[in-house]
């Protein structure tokens, strides 16, 4: 079963039980030991394994203008009217009424604990589209901390994706840190777009859309967070996923494919952003010239 929810080899399964790290129901587990899926809790440091399954995990990619709270007072639309509304689900973290890119709607509140408490320090990547042509040393300000009211930011990784466009790669949650952050440094966002949060990356899903999460890329969520608890972000960071991306007509399309993401298809028309794909360093050019290297 630990082999099967991703937890690697049976050889590393068998050493986790070994190890005391299993328990089911509470009660730590000796290998052999038999397990009813549908009803005991089987959990791994603390942490339940599982799929449970009554519990829905669904991908949207969410238009400007939408609202991520359950309910909006002033009447707009709100992120849950995109998805079925049984069983009712609620949005992973929140992102601002304009931003727009991939939220998580789930009713599982272990998950959703997990993927937004700041201890857990889940990646979320966003393209950015800046007022102005940030230097250097502006993206460099970014990628070090910036002062904001409540405090420096960690430390995050940034690169140019071309003329006012920017990647940034944070593991924290503030409210509308990327904005603020931007804002900081001389070039207040125009456009900001969230294209990936830990592992969970889509480009094809078009604004608006929502489609259910895969077995393996919830396995690969929960592994990522089980990690991120054994502090072990090193050996299995979802930044080694990482690709250089662009955003064409809305729906998160990867850069490396010149194909999808000719000029003429790019958001231009709504956002004047050069997209491109000669003018988007690659990620390693980017990296040699724009990126320190991991920032934990
Ligand atoms: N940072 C922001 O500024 N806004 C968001 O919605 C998410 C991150």
């Known amino acids: 079963m630990l082999a099967r929810a991703g937890f690697g080899s049976r050889r590393v399964c068998e050493d986790l039980i070994a190890d005391g790290r299993v328990t089911v129901n509470g009660e730590e587990i000796v290998l052999g030991a038999r397990v009813e899926v549908d009803r005991d809790v089987v959990e791994v440091d603390g942490v339940p394994i599982g799929i449970q399954p009554d519990s ?15 309910v909006d007072p002033q009447g707009r639309t709100t992120a849950l009217s995109f998805v079925p509304t049984e069983p009712r689900v609620h949005s992973v973290g929140r992102l601002d009424l304009e931003t727009e890119g991939l939220l998580l709607l789930t009713n599982d509140g272990q998950l959703t604990h997990r993927l937004t408490h700041p201890s857990f320090g889940v990646e979320k990547e966003y393209l950015a589209e800046v007022e102005g042509d940030p230097s250097r040393g502006a993206l460099r300000a970014l990628r070090e901390g910036v002062e904001l009211d409540d405090g420096l930011t960690a430390p995050a990784r940034v690169s140019a994706q071309g003329p006012s466009l920017v990647r940034i790669v944070i593991h924290e949650g503030r409210n509308r840190q990327v904005r603020r952050m931007c804002e900081a440094v001389g070039h207040p966002v125009t456009r900001l777009i969230r294209t990936r949060i830990g592992s969970l990356r889509d480009t094809q ?82 990296d040699e010239a724009d990126e320190v290297p991991e920032d934990s």
């Open 205 to 286: 899903l078009r604004p608006g859309s929502w489609r259910e999460l895969t077995q393996d890329e919830l396995r690969e969520l929960e592994r990522s967070v089980l990690l991120l608890d054994e502090a072990a972000t090193t050996e299995a960071s979802p930044a080694d996923a990482i690709t250089a991306e662009a955003i064409t007509d809305g729906a998160i399309t990867d850069e490396a494919s010149p194909a999808e993401a000719s000029p003429a298809e790019a958001i231009t028309d709504e956002a004047s952003v050069d997209m491109n794909p000669a003018a988007v360093p690659s990620r390693d050019q980017a």
């Open 56 to 70: 829905v995990y669904y991908l949207l990619n969410k238009p400007p203008g939408v609202v991520t709270t359950a």
